[in-house]
Nanobody
């Protein structure tokens, strides 16, 4: 199982980016893929997750309405569209997955077994 995040960069407040998570070694139809972020000096924070088995997405309140998760089956890639970015969104963004079925919460980093290397998003004027 491998994940590789990319697409980060420097963007002005109010701008947008599309982050990508290229996956291999597992089926997107069976494993959830989540996005987390970690700002300097802070703990890793849940941003959103899409469970393909139920075709539902869940987002943290702090990003709801601004972030959207989608996927390209042919490319086995998960996307995180981030809009109306704010300086507080500055962080390293990670994608993660797990083969486990019985999870107490999809919003906890401890629920995930495989992580991408992260991509840095910097929001600054």
């Amino acid at each position: 199982v491998q994940l590789q995040a990319s697409g980060g960069g420097l963007v002005q407040p109010g701008g947008s980016l599309r982050l990508s998570c290229a996956t291999s070694g597992f089926s997107l139809n069976h494993f959830p893929v989540a996005w987390f972020r970690q700002a300097p000096g802070k703990e890793r924070e849940f941003a959103g997750v899409f469970r393909w088995s139920t075709n539902t997405a869940y987002y943290a309140d702090s990003v709801k309405g601004r972030f959207t998760i989608s996927r390209d089956n042919a490319k086995k890639t998960i996307y995180l569209q981030v809009n109306n970015l704010k300086p507080d969104d500055t962080a390293v963004y990670y994608c993660a997955t797990t083969p486990r079925k019985a999870l107490s919460s999809l919003a906890l980093p401890s629920s995930y077994d495989y992580w991408g290397q992260g991509t840095l998003v910097t929001v600054s004027s």
